[in-house]
């Protein structure tokens, strides 16, 4: 009788281990990624519509911008909503699959999907909203990558008196200022063509970068540290590109570590791309500014 038990027992236990994995592999392939084309399922407004992943839709909404509200439950529409979502289904109809990008927090508080939206020719569908003058640039942390580019974006819109600046009258929204670290004593410089960033630390004492966070930010792409100490007047180079060294190299300057960031065009050579360095409490702690 107990040989009987253990098998039964043992066979309830292997359908549970395997009904655990069919779970856990559905629910993983139900989740939007970064790198991968999705068919656009339905259209919302300006800002938000949905893609098909798997069997499902899920819920995009476009990350730092906002635009302004269409007709909704008897609420009249706000000026330029109608315009913002026929511009944003245009688009989408035209490319018929997105790519996604992401940030720091992945969700809303509507359980929709907060993403940098690539079309099929290249453009991103985010920036264009802004560039004619159908979309606000709205920062809301810890998703803060873009927010020099945006706003940039929304200020030659204002410029050019493009979409809802035609009046002169609309106003931004309230910045929300990145968190900056104390004086952290370190110095960044990027060589875009080269794809080599050189960190210095013209402190006394040792700082741990382990968990830091190094961005290109127009190129959206981000490079974590593992667990590396740089010295007092010590520097750290990050290499990227075609031509990344395929291990440890000895530096023009003594004491300088190497580290190999493993992407190509890292860094964009036609437009201005800033550098920004986050430490391990998302505190923006050094930038390079490209000008």
Same mark, same amino acid.
């Given at each position: 009788?107990?040989?009987?038990?253990?098998?039964?027992?043992?066979?309830?236990?292997?359908?549970?281990?395997?009904?655990?994995? !069919?779970?856990?592999?559905?629910?993983?392939?139900?989740? $939007? &990624? /970064?790198?991968?084309?999705?068919?656009?399922?339905?259209?919302?407004?300006?800002?938000?519509?949905?893609?098909?992943? *798997?069997?499902?839709?899920?819920?995009? %909404?476009?990350?730092?911008?906002?635009?302004?509200?269409?007709?909704?439950?008897? =609420?009249?529409?706000?000026?330029?909503? @109608?315009? +913002?979502?026929?511009?944003? %289904?245009?688009?989408?109809?035209? /490319?018929?699959?997105? %790519?996604? $990008?992401?940030?720091?927090?992945?969700?809303?508080?509507?359980?929709?999907?907060?993403?940098?939206?690539?079309?099929?020719?290249?453009?991103?569908?985010?920036?264009?909203?802004?560039?004619?003058?159908? $979309?606000?640039?709205?920062?809301?942390?810890?998703?803060?990558?873009?927010?020099?580019?945006?706003?940039?974006?929304?200020?030659? +819109?204002? *410029?050019? &008196?493009?979409?809802?600046?035609?009046?002169?009258?609309?106003? !931004?929204? @309230?910045?929300?200022?990145?968190?900056?670290?104390?004086?952290?004593?370190?110095?960044?410089?990027?060589?875009?063509?080269?794809?080599?960033?050189?960190?210095?630390?013209? =402190?006394?004492?040792?700082? #741990?970068?382990?968990?830091?966070?190094?961005?290109?930010?127009?190129?959206?792409? =981000?490079?974590?540290?593992?667990?590396?100490?740089?010295? @007092?007047?010590?520097?750290?180079?990050?290499?990227?590109?075609?031509? &990344?060294? =395929? *291990?440890?190299?000895?530096? @023009?300057?003594?004491?300088?570590?190497?580290?190999?960031?493993?992407?190509?065009?890292?860094?964009?050579?036609?437009?201005?791309?800033?550098?920004?360095?986050?430490?391990?409490?998302?505190?923006?702690?050094?930038?390079?500014? #490209? &000008?």
């Amino acid at each position: 009788m107990i040989k009987y038990l253990r098998i039964a027992l043992l066979l309830v236990l292997a359908s549970a281990a395997m009904m655990g994995c !069919s779970l856990t592999s559905g629910q993983t392939s139900q989740v $939007a &990624k /970064s790198n991968t084309w999705y068919e656009v399922a339905d259209y919302v407004d300006g800002d938000t519509f949905k893609v098909k992943v *798997g069997d499902e839709m899920e819920t995009i %909404r476009l990350l730092y911008i906002d635009t302004p509200e269409i007709n909704k439950s008897n =609420t009249p529409a706000e000026p330029y909503g @109608p315009e +913002a979502a026929a511009y944003t %289904r245009k688009l989408l109809q035209e /490319s018929g699959e997105v %790519r996604l $990008a992401f940030d720091k927090e992945l969700k809303d508080r509507y359980e929709r999907t907060l993403a940098i939206v690539e079309l099929k020719d290249g453009q991103i569908l985010n920036e264009q909203l802004l560039r004619q003058g159908l $979309a606000k640039v709205l920062i809301i942390e810890p998703n803060v990558k873009m927010e020099n580019i945006y706003k940039q974006l929304e200020q030659e +819109a204002k *410029g050019n &008196k493009a979409g809802l600046w035609n009046s002169g009258k609309e106003a !931004s929204i @309230p910045e929300v200022h990145v968190k900056k670290a104390t004086d952290t004593g370190l110095l960044m410089e990027v060589d875009k063509p080269a794809e080599l960033v050189t960190i210095a630390n013209t =402190t006394s004492s040792p700082i #741990d970068l382990e968990d830091w966070k190094l961005v290109s930010v127009r190129g959206n792409q =981000t490079y974590t540290f593992d667990a590396i100490e740089l010295p @007092p007047g010590g520097k750290v180079t990050v290499k990227s590109g075609k031509n &990344k060294a =395929t *291990g440890n190299e000895a530096m @023009p300057d003594e004491g300088t570590q190497m580290l190999i960031w493993e992407v190509d065009n890292v860094w964009n050579n036609y437009e201005e791309d800033p550098a920004e360095l986050y430490n391990d409490k998302n505190e923006l702690a050094a930038i390079w500014e #490209d &000008k």
